[in-house]
């Protein structure tokens, strides 16, 4: 656990994460004169007010964060453990609602035992207002983040301690619903050790970091500089026409190949608007050039998108900047095959989130119904935000097992189906590697889609499909081809936008392939996020409604 004697106070963290003399406090003061009348809780007030040199258990107000205004409120346990009375929620509820009026980022950090016990139920009930608050604020569109300090417990931690788009908790901080001290004196033993620790929380995908007070401010500016979904400048892109296309990034090879755009006959009069409506394809980027589909070979393609060495998902959030990793759903599940962070490629910050065919764990971790739980996690936060939603497959398959059974893998897979397909932000699908199954088809549907040359999606894995029609899997490729699994197929059949050119193969030069695709996804995301939504949002129904041409 932290050191008591060093613990940070609210003050003193207030300083440490805002730019120097940037604090502006907010709270009206609550005098003498609204204090109890008489008796011990009078007494146990004027005494932590004398010990604190605060007048409540909350501080609130507002600062800078690396130049970013945001909004704070800390809470100080050393005034009566940082309990909250009426007093401390009003104080809590008055700050959320200035934050929201005046569309400022808001950063919690408190440290409390919870309720004030002195004052009862209404005191309890002060929680419920708290998370109203804070709900309308998320709903604003409004960036939240949480830093949890030992100790957050109870009512605080069962509210505001928990609704972050991000949540850090300071190192050793003791973290959970129920105090020891109560635990022991309900139950008659001591609460297991180490399970209300940060770190635990972190190791089971409740919070999403451990930090020290001394990184906080990097941390949330990082965190901030997305979730705030300010545009950066676009580099300079010629106007297109039919008779101007750009020069490649590299001579030999395209940043992408598109299927040529068909030539549309001019609209009856009157009718112009309605081919910006429902059933209209989104544009494929006119930023880039436009050329015939690259030959691929399927057999090929399988081997190399299996390549050890092939770049995933960890490779290409290193070209990106302002990265922060998520953990796990918020709610008690992590999973190693799927990866989650905050990011921005080139100009565009985004929302990631995708199968991570090389997890920090040891070896591949086959995607399970929690994997899914945290990818819907980060659909959330793109919805909430309005921030562009990237997602990457590269999977071999689902997890195959009785506890992905039991979990609800297949409702899973439905539900992010869903999500996506009726997701209001924009969109971004990549098939980076190999995408087999249901795991692989969770992540796909997207406002666009690209496919790296050598990546690929199918039902199952060929083999599998083979074992299925021939009880062989000798006839893996066979079938594959018949299939159209390919990167070439899926662009003819309207699966895919674009290839991502692999010259020959990502994994032989990962450093050219990751910096083209970081470029590549810059540019598309910034174009989906320029849309008109509603026409972007009916793009996109209208594309898988089409599939098949039936």
Request: hydrophobic content about 40%; some cysteine.
């Amino acid at each position: 656990m932290s050191d008591p004697d060093r613990r940070p106070t609210a003050l003193r963290i207030i300083g440490t994460v805002l730019d120097p003399g940037t604090w502006r406090r907010w709270d009206e003061p609550v005098t003498v004169a609204d204090l109890p009348e008489a008796g011990d809780y009078r007494a146990d007030l004027l005494a932590a007010r004398a010990r604190t040199g605060l007048d409540e258990s909350v501080v609130t107000g507002e600062g800078r964060i690396r130049g970013r205004r945001v909004a704070l409120m800390a809470g100080e346990f050393g005034f009566l453990g940082g309990s909250i009375g009426v007093a401390a929620g009003t104080r809590l509820v008055t700050a959320v609602e200035r934050a929201t009026r005046e569309r400022l980022p808001l950063l919690a950090t408190p440290a409390s035992g919870g309720t004030r016990m002195q004052e009862g139920t209404i005191a309890f009930l002060q929680m419920v207002k708290v998370t109203a608050a804070i709900a309308d604020h998320k709903a604003a569109g409004l960036p939240y983040l949480v830093h949890l300090r030992h100790p957050t417990t109870g009512g605080v931690l069962a509210s505001w301690g928990s609704l972050g788009h991000v949540t850090s908790a300071e190192p050793g901080a003791l973290i959970g619903f129920l105090g020891p001290r109560v635990h022991q004196a309900l139950y008659g033993e001591e609460f297991p050790a180490g399970v209300q620790t940060s770190e635990n929380l972190l190791a089971h995908g409740l919070i999403d970091a451990v930090l020290p007070a001394g990184a906080l401010a990097a941390a949330a500016a990082t965190a901030l500089d997305v979730l705030c979904g300010e545009q950066g400048p676009l580099p300079h892109r010629p106007l297109i026409t039919p008779r101007h296309v750009p020069a490649p990034p590299s001579a030999a090879t395209p940043a992408l190949v598109s299927p040529p755009a068909p030539v549309s006959p001019p609209a009856p009069a009157g009718q112009e608007e309605r081919g910006q409506g429902e059933g209209t394809p989104l544009p494929v980027d006119a930023s880039l050039p436009t050329a015939a589909p690259l030959p691929t070979d399927t057999a090929d393609s399988l081997r190399r998108s299996r390549r050890p060495e092939r770049p995933g998902l960890h490779d290409l959030l290193a070209r990106a900047t302002d990265v922060t990793p998520l953990s796990g759903t918020g709610a008690g599940e992590r999973d190693p095959g799927l990866l989650l962070a905050l990011a921005r490629f080139g100009p565009s910050p985004c929302v990631v989130l995708g199968h991570d065919h090389r997890p920090a764990e040891s070896g591949p971790a086959p995607l399970g119904p929690a994997g899914l739980r945290e990818a819907r996690r980060g659909m959330r936060i793109a919805a909430e935000l309005g921030l562009p939603l990237l997602t990457v497959v590269d999977t071999a398959g689902a997890a195959l097992s009785r506890e992905a059974e039991e979990g609800g893998l297949a409702a899973e897979i439905a539900r992010s189906l869903a999500d996506l397909v009726t997701l209001p932000a924009p969109t971004l699908c990549l098939l980076l590697g190999q995408g087999a199954g249901g795991g692989a088809l969770a992540l796909l549907p997207a406002d666009q889609v690209l496919v790296a040359r050598h990546a690929w999606l199918s039902p199952l894995p060929p083999e599998g499909a083979s074992a299925i029609l021939y009880r062989t899997t000798d006839r893996a490729v066979e079938l594959a081809e018949q299939q159209g699994i390919g990167s070439a197929a899926l662009l003819a059949h309207g699966i895919a936008d674009a290839v991502v050119p692999e010259d020959p193969d990502a994994a032989d030069d990962p450093d050219v392939f990751l910096t083209r695709l970081a470029h590549v996804l810059g540019a598309r995301l910034a174009d989906l996020r320029a849309m008109d939504p509603e026409r972007r949002t009916a793009a996109r129904r209208a594309r898988y409604r089409r599939l098949g041409g039936v």
